[in-house]
Every structure is written in structure tokens, then in C-alpha cells.
């Protein structure tokens, strides 16, 4: 269903993820989620679409699982870029500093962050802080991988909004309005996810992003499983439940809150 009917956006209470009876969050329906003026028709349980897409449709799908990643990806950039420039200038009067741009890489061939070296971001997105080259990059198999389950692609908007609260921080430090480190450091990651909850509660508030049936699964159900793991672990990123909360706060509390809080 779309945002505001149906009872209200199900993002906002809280999806299902892993964890049975530790996960404080219900569960909803399969489905997806999608960019407003979706073109490819669907609704309730279809794909996510994104205005004026090019790319043809197969039973209701993308002939091209990595086309239909890196159209989303674009779409996203261009939202996120415009929330956080008019939001930055609202809240403190400052220019967001955007992204140069997104790339993508499958596997362990990432490209060093500032032509330094760096480490093996298999499954994996990041920002990099480089001053000369600062950039949102993401293990393209990785993010297909996710369609298996979450066809609309709601774990790719996650996601890059999280590195784009990466962008936000780097902001941040540089108008000396945050610290320069979080201590302890897996704050800044929990703040990343709390800033991804004030661009989605805003997108889809104003319909820049429609969600529907699943997205609060897929979303609450990676954080939930980017609890752990390798490039996940408590001490980097939070808590299962500290990442779900983070990004509820944010969804609910807005931007001050979490610069106040994280």
C-alpha cells in the first residue's frame, strides 16, 4: 500500500527483522517498495520503479537486476542530495557538502579510498572521507544479492542513506558543528542510521518515495542483521537493536535529535 493509506506508513512502527522474540518490532507482509511516478505499474507486492524508467519489464520485473540497482541508486542520490542541502541550511545554516558521485565495484575490487590503500569492502558500501575525492561507493553484487528477497529494492535506499549520513557528518565536522570523533566510535554509525530515518520519514511524507507492503521488513530486517557479522560487529556499527532504534529515532525525532543524541 502507499504511504498514508491503509492506516499509515508501516516504516514508522517498525518492521520485522531476525531475531524471533528479541526483535521488538512486528512483522509485515511481503512487498516493496518504490519512487514515486513509479512507471513500472505495479503495486501492492510488485518492484520498485522509479520516475521515468528506461529499462523494460519482464513479468513485472527489471531485465537487468544491476540496471534496475544502479537506476534506483541514481534516483535516490538526487533525493538525498536535495533533503540534505535544504535541510543543513535550515537546521545550521550551512551548505551540504554532496558527494562527488556514487561508483560501484563487485567483490574486493574496490577502489583505494584517496588513491591510499585500503581494505577488502566486499559486501559492503562506504563513504570516503577523502578531502580530494569524497564519494558514497557500494559492492554492486551485494546490493542485487538483496532483490532475491526484497525485490523492490528498499535495502538499496537504506543503505545509501546511511552512507549519505556519512556525507552529513563530514559536513558536520567541517562547519565545527559536531566533534571530529564519536566517542565511543559505533555512535557515529548508530547516527548514520538515525539520519537515514530523517530522510525516509521526509521522502515519504512527501511522496518523493512510495512505500509499500515489506519495505518496513526489509529495512528494519537488514538493521537487525547488520547487527553482526564481519563488517557488522557490535563494536562498529551497534547493536541489533541499538541500529533499529537509531534509525526509528531519527524517522520520528528528526535531524537535531540525532546530532544531540548520537
Same mark, same amino acid.
Given at each position: ?124 558500501? =562506504? =563513504? ?6 569524497? =564519494? ?62 530523517? %530522510? ?23 538493521? %537487525? ?5 564481519? %563488517? ?31
Amino acid at each position: 500500500s502507499e504511504v498514508g493509506s491503509g492506516g499509515g506508513s508501516e516504516v514508522s512502527r517498525g518492521g520485522g527483522g531476525s531475531g524471533g522474540a528479541s526483535d521488538p518490532y512486528g512483522t509485515t507482509e511481503g512487498g516493496t517498495a518504490r519512487v514515486a511516478d513509479d512507471q513500472y505499474g505495479t503495486t501492492g507486492g510488485g518492484t520498485t520503479g522509479v520516475a521515468d524508467d528506461q529499462y523494460g519489464t519482464t513479468g513485472g520485473t527489471p531485465t537487468s537486476a544491476e540496471q534496475k540497482v544502479l537506476h534506483d541508486a541514481t534516483q535516490v542520490e538526487n533525493l538525498l542530495n536535495d533533503f540534505w542541502t535544504q535541510e543543513l541550511r535550515a537546521q545550521y545554516g550551512v551548505q551540504f557538502d554532496t558527494p562527488d558521485r556514487y561508483e560501484y565495484y563487485r567483490g574486493a575490487t574496490n577502489a583505494p579510498c584517496g588513491g591510499e590503500g585500503g581494505r577488502d569492502a566486499a559486501e559492503n558500501a =562506504y =563513504y570516503c572521507f577523502a578531502e580530494t575525492d569524497e =564519494y558514497v561507493a557500494f559492492d554492486l553484487d551485494w546490493f542485487t544479492s538483496y532483490l532475491d528477497e526484497h525485490p523492490g529494492g528498499a535495502t538499496t535506499f537504506l543503505i545509501l542513506a546511511h552512507e549519505w549520513g556519512h556525507a552529513v557528518q563530514d559536513t558536520l565536522i567541517e562547519q565545527q558543528i559536531h566533534p571530529e570523533e564519536w566517542n565511543p566510535g559505533y555512535l557515529q554509525e548508530l547516527h548514520a542510521d538515525c539520519l537515514a530515518g530523517v %530522510w525516509m520519514e521526509d521522502a515519504l511524507r512527501r511522496g518523493t518515495v512510495i512505500e509499500e507492503s515489506g519495505d518496513a521488513d526489509a529495512i528494519f530486517g537488514f538493521l %537487525w542483521e547488520a547487527g553482526s557479522g564481519p %563488517w557488522f560487529a557490535p563494536g562498529d556499527h551497534g547493536t541489533k537493536e541499538q541500529r533499529q532504534q537509531a534509525f526509528s529515532d531519527g524517522f520520528a525525532k528528526g535531524t537535531d535529535y540525532c546530532q544531540t543524541n548520537y
